[in-house]
């Protein structure tokens, strides 16, 4: 009898230790590291930069009283990526982190990144149609979903309606075309004093990348192994942007010439459409005419689709509290009620369907935006679903800058572009197979 009070008193023993290990492994304190930047990605000003980190935190604490989520404030933009690689290198990288677009493709080569497609198909609370198509697209390698888009900026274009309205003409709908865009331009541009030279302009600042998307194709294919410069579309969207600069080939407009008033057009951030567009920023700046952003406009062989730069956020492939770093990765890129302050604490868009096209959000642009000046707000979601996610890969920078010139050095040239194209993708062609 003793012996076998001895040995249930053991089990009960054991099974208490036991149970004690189990909650307190449950229950004791862990620290979820964040990796954020200060400021906004696209230099737009920003009251509180982390007042949207730190409410998805607060948020999460609660519903996690055993986690302490830290991270390291005052790292700027221009300090973010030489720091998280840096991070990385050490091996102490944080849980979760920002992932600046110029990032992307270095930390997938590196390994740095966890796969989320596993996440995404158990989690019922998130799924890949939540989102944006291009914002999605902008975590995505080769097929495998490495980071969930935390905010967004499209690219539209900003209209003078002033000065459309001095000439006669009604600002464009949200389908125009290029040869809408043209007539317009063409008829804008003139000298408006009788001095001899152009001071009136139809655009500032479109390029022959803007009309590459705008036709339904890109300047080179996903991962990078590729130049289409000189596909039929590419060669078409280049021919526009050419004959669009010969209508200021004499005199350019420049920043200052939109800044004043006399241009009609010019491409715009939205980011920037936001801070410029409210008071007190309007006073500063573009004072002197009225002004409204709409889509870019299409070509013949594609929509009126523009740009989208994705700020996105990811998790460590080494880290070890992988299902918590999903659930925080969740809160702040899945969770409407934080994505909404980015229209009230930043100058950025929401990749989420159900926050951007929503009543609540257009009211919150609204009170930003005076007068009639407001198609830039209505047409937000369209544009969103329209855009595009630039391709962005190992030695992108180097590659498109390389482009750059050489698309440059034929557009001003008279003879054969479509030929002078087809030398340029060679020449880059050879680049991207060294590199």
Same mark, same amino acid.
């Given at each position: 009898?003793?012996?076998?009070?001895?040995?249930?008193?053991?089990?009960?023993?054991?099974?208490?230790?036991?149970?004690?290990?189990?909650?307190?492994?449950?229950?004791?304190?862990?620290?979820?590291?964040?990796?954020?930047?200060?400021?906004?990605?696209?230099?737009?000003?920003?009251?509180?930069?982390?007042?949207?980190?730190?409410?998805?935190?607060?948020?999460?604490?609660?519903?996690?009283?055993?986690?302490?989520?830290?991270?390291?404030?005052?790292?700027?933009?221009?300090?973010?990526?030489?720091?998280?690689?840096?991070?990385?290198?050490?091996?102490?990288?944080?849980? !979760?982190?920002?992932? &600046?677009? /110029?990032?992307? =493709?270095?930390?997938?080569?590196? #390994?740095?990144?966890?796969?989320? $497609?596993? +996440?995404?198909?158990?989690?019922?609370?998130?799924?890949?149609?939540?989102?944006?198509?291009?914002?999605?697209?902008?975590?995505?390698?080769?097929?495998?979903?490495?980071?969930?888009?935390?905010?967004?900026?499209?690219?539209?274009?900003? !209209?003078?309606?002033? &000065?459309? /309205?001095?000439? =006669?003409?009604?600002?464009?709908? #949200?389908?125009?075309?290029?040869? $809408?865009? +043209?007539?317009?331009?063409?008829?804008?541009?003139?000298?408006?004093?009788?001095?001899?030279?152009?001071?009136?302009?139809?655009?500032?600042?479109?390029?022959?990348?803007?009309?590459?998307?705008?036709?339904?194709?890109?300047?080179?294919?996903?991962?990078?192994?590729?130049?289409?410069?000189?596909?039929?579309?590419?060669?078409?969207?280049?021919?526009?942007?050419?004959?669009?600069?010969?209508?200021?080939?004499?005199?350019?407009?420049?920043?200052?010439?939109?800044?004043?008033?006399?241009?009609?057009?010019?491409?715009?951030?939205?980011?920037?459409?936001?801070?410029?567009?409210?008071?007190?920023?309007?006073?500063?700046?573009?004072?002197?005419?009225?002004?409204?952003?709409?889509?870019?406009?299409?070509?013949?062989?594609?929509?009126?689709?523009?740009?989208?730069?994705?700020?996105?956020?990811?998790?460590?492939?080494?880290?070890?509290?992988?299902?918590?770093?999903?659930?925080?990765?969740?809160?702040?890129?899945?969770?409407?009620?934080?994505?909404?302050?980015?229209?009230?604490?930043?100058?950025?868009?929401?990749?989420?369907?159900?926050?951007?096209?929503?009543?609540?959000?257009?009211?919150?642009?609204?009170?930003?935006?005076?007068?009639?000046?407001?198609?830039?707000?209505?047409?937000?979601?369209?544009?969103?679903?329209?855009?595009?996610?630039?391709?962005?890969?190992?030695?992108?920078?180097?590659?498109?800058?390389?482009?750059?010139?050489?698309?440059?050095?034929?557009?001003?040239?008279?003879?054969?572009?479509?030929?002078?194209?087809?030398?340029?993708?060679?020449?880059?062609?050879?680049?991207?197979?060294?590199?």
């Amino acid at each position: 009898m003793k012996g076998l009070a001895k040995r249930l008193t053991a089990i009960i023993v054991l099974t208490a230790v036991c149970l004690t290990m189990v909650v307190y492994s449950r229950t004791r304190p862990v620290e979820l590291r964040l990796g954020f930047m200060a400021g906004s990605y696209w230099d737009a000003p920003n009251g509180n930069c982390y007042a949207v980190i730190d409410a998805a935190i607060e948020r999460f604490e609660r519903e996690h009283p055993n986690v302490h989520v830290t991270y390291t404030s005052g790292i700027l933009k221009r300090d973010y990526s030489e720091w998280l690689i840096d991070q990385y290198l050490l091996g102490s990288e944080p849980d !979760v982190f920002l992932v &600046l677009p /110029e990032d992307f =493709g270095e930390l997938c080569e590196l #390994g740095a990144l966890a796969p989320l $497609d596993g +996440y995404l198909a158990q989690d019922e609370a998130v799924s890949d149609t939540d989102f944006y198509p291009a914002a999605l697209q902008s975590g995505a390698e080769n097929g495998v979903q490495y980071a969930l888009p935390y905010e967004c900026v499209p690219t539209l274009m900003c !209209v003078n309606k002033t &000065l459309l /309205e001095s000439e =006669g003409i009604a600002v464009p709908s #949200g389908d125009w075309t290029w040869e $809408d865009f +043209y007539n317009i331009c063409a008829k804008v541009t003139h000298d408006t004093d009788s001095d001899g030279e152009i001071d009136q302009f139809g655009c500032y600042g479109y390029t022959w990348q803007d009309a590459l998307i705008a036709n339904g194709t890109s300047l080179f294919t996903e991962g990078g192994s590729s130049c289409l410069i000189s596909l039929p579309r590419a060669v078409q969207a280049v021919a526009f942007a050419q004959r669009l600069d010969k209508l200021t080939a004499e005199t350019a407009p420049s920043a200052r010439d939109f800044d004043e008033g006399r241009v009609a057009f010019r491409p715009f951030l939205f980011s920037d459409y936001r801070t410029y567009q409210p008071y007190p920023w309007r006073i500063k700046r573009y004072s002197d005419f009225s002004w409204d952003c709409i889509p870019m406009p299409h070509g013949p062989a594609g929509s009126n689709s523009s740009e989208l730069s994705t700020v996105l956020a990811g998790i460590s492939s080494r880290s070890a509290h992988t299902t918590l770093a999903w659930q925080f990765l969740r809160e702040l890129t899945a969770n409407a009620d934080n994505q909404s302050m980015l229209f009230t604490d930043s100058h950025s868009v929401s990749a989420l369907r159900s926050v951007t096209d929503s009543e609540k959000t257009r009211q919150i642009l609204r009170q930003d935006t005076p007068g009639e000046s407001r198609s830039g707000v209505e047409m937000l979601s369209d544009v969103m679903e329209q855009a595009v996610a630039a391709p962005r890969f190992r030695n992108y920078d180097q590659a498109l800058l390389l482009t750059e010139g050489l698309v440059q050095t034929a557009m001003e040239d008279e003879h054969n572009l479509s030929l002078q194209l087809q030398r340029v993708q060679h020449e880059v062609q050879e680049y991207l197979q060294k590199n």
